[in-house]
């Protein structure tokens, strides 16, 4: 049975891709935990600013009562004036800590 280096080679190539797409997801997840902690610590400290730092410039962010914030100024605008008042009290306490990639 002949083997065709070129079939070899995608085979091997393909291997090496899924080892690097998952290296490259374990560091993602990490991040996304780590995006997440910081989220959860400026929320709880009402720091408004540091919460803001975390989104992209062009956001979209859904608020719980429907609202749509469509960049990082509305995002900064609403939080600050829902920390003062609505989520002045209010803590995130997440105990799972583990925040998973959704696939689409």
Sequence with gaps: MKRSPA????????????????????????EINNLAICFEDAWNRHDIQTLSALVAEAVDFITVGG???????EFEEHHARTHQVQF??????????????HKA
């Design 88 to 101: 002045k009290d209010e803590r995130i306490d997440d105990q799972k800590k583990s925040h998973q990639i």
């Design 7 to 30: 079939l070899l080679s995608a085979i091997v190539l393909i291997g090496l891709l899924a080892i690097a797409q998952t290296k490259t997801g374990t560091r993602d997840q990490g």
């Design 67 to 73: 609202g749509w914030l469509k960049n990082r100024k």
